[in-house]
């Protein structure tokens, strides 16, 4: 999904390297691994000692926003299993304590603040429903918080990091509409499953990207379950002789409304969304949602590759209890604990919670392992669109996902 810049000339690296050890130094002050006298001494920032790095852990274990946070936990857990195994981070291990936020923003404040004061959590790893709840807190102690960026409170603050901001501040790409259009779709309905600001962003820029290919927006609606007439909508859909349907639309919303416009007649050239990549969705609603198309932010499971099987040993080594562990939720929480083991080590070996945001700043060229489609800069991704996806297309018989191809594909920016 990101920039598809190639990776930079070895000087470069030789040189970001050595900009890195100078933050890390900085960062030490005069309590580096020694005080140069060749005696060690202790770093003392919170949350770090000779043999450990805690780190706070805040997600919503319960709440409406819950469903896929014991796969995101256990991504956090298999990415930290896998360091620590290697002897962790300048010598120490990661560990971590936990809260849960309830899907409710004063609770994040309220979990935050007990994982920062009362169990010195060096940094937080979030989840993606909330953290807006706490991040004016966390920016102000200057703590470095790590997430997939789901509300637009991630643009806001230096301190926070994603490799995926939904909802930037400003602009677009022309990525989704150039797919549709690509696909034969010229009239389009937009379709929510939630209208927060956040999702009411992105469908800004969803619409911004389909005018910009041609594509002319006819509907924007939003359907619930147990709220929404789904048959109505189609009828809707078909006396504005639709032939796309994108949005911000959950997979049990969806579920509920392909059959209905299927029903109704209307003849879709594009259906395309960001959920529902999960292969658990299939056993449950696969017939359903034949046909969609879900955008990643991720290289695909059935791509394959070293770095994908890296993952799903690591979780069939330390999150066994997932039994379905090629899903989202779970590279989500990988990615997170991912970017945080990249900002301990850019902060050096005696870390300070401004040298991680200095260091992790200046990482150009972040991938995930090969996970994300294309590096990203971190020095200037913070409240920008993204220009490059993967894309996935649930099978006809609705029981596999296939990546199309090319399977990653990249737009332009829309100011």
């Known amino acids: ?7 930079r000339l070895l000087r470069q690296k030789v040189a970001a390297a050595v900009a890195l050890s100078i933050l890390g130094l900085v960062g030490c002050g005069a309590s580096g691994d020694s005080a ?38 256990a991504g956090v857990d298999a990415r930290l299993g896998v360091a620590n195994a290697e002897g962790g981070v300048h010598g120490r291990k990661i560990v971590y304590s936990w809260r849960d936020d309830g899907s409710d923003p004063h609770l994040n404040l309220v979990g935050a603040r007990e994982l920062v004061e009362s169990e010195e959590a060096f940094g937080l790893l979030e989840g993606p429903a909330v953290a807006a709840g706490s991040a004016q807190y966390l920016a102000g102690q200057d703590i470095p918080a790590i997430g997939l960026a789901a509300e637009a409170a991630w643009n806001d ?8 901001y939904v909802a930037p501040k400003s602009g677009s790409s022309t990525v989704y509409g150039e797919f549709v259009r690509g696909q034969g779709g010229t009239r389009a309905a937009l379709v ?6 956040a999702v009411q962003a992105f469908q800004q820029q969803l619409g911004a990207s389909l005018q910009a290919a041609g594509v002319q927006v006819e509907l924007t609606v939003e359907a619930l379950n147990d709220v929404t007439s789904f048959e109505a909508l189609a009828a809707r859909m078909k006396a504005a002789n639709v032939d796309t349907l994108a949005g911000v639309l959950f997979p049990d919303v969806l579920a509920k409304l392909l059959p209905a416009v299927r029903a109704a007649g209307v003849k879709l050239k594009a259906v395309l969304v960001p959920f529902g990549y999960d292969q658990r969705l299939l056993a449950q609603l696969g017939p359903a949602l034949a046909g969609t198309v879900i955008y990643t932010t991720f290289v695909p499971f059935e ?18 209890q997932i039994q379905a562990p090629a899903q989202d939720a779970a590279l989500y929480g990988w990615l997170t604990a991912d ?9 050096g070996p005696c870390p300070t919670r401004q040298a991680f945001v200095q260091g992790l700043r200046a990482v150009h060229n972040y991938d995930g392992g090969g996970l994300l489609p294309g590096p990203i800069d971190l020095a200037t991704n913070r409240g920008r669109s993204s220009d490059c996806f993967d894309f996935v297309r649930v099978s006809d018989d609705g029981t596999s996902y296939q990546p199309l191809e090319p399977v990653m594909r990249c737009g332009r920016p829309i100011s």
């Open 36 to 73: 140069g006298n060749g005696q060690p001494v202790d770093c003392t920032a919170p949350g770090v000692t000779d043999t450990e790095v805690k780190a706070g852990l805040l997600f919503s274990d319960t709440g409406a926003t819950s469903s896929g946070t014991l796969g995101f936990r």
């Open 157 to 164: 603050y230096e301190n926070m990091f994603s490799w995926f």
């Open 339 to 347: 970017l945080f083991l990249h900002g301990l080590q850019a902060a």
């Open 303 to 320: 791509a394959g590759g070293p770095t994908h099987r890296a993952f799903l040993k690591a979780m069939q080594t330390y999150a066994p």
């Open 1 to 7: 999904m990101f920039l598809g810049n190639k990776w």
């Open 192 to 197: 929510t499953s939630a209208l927060n600001p």
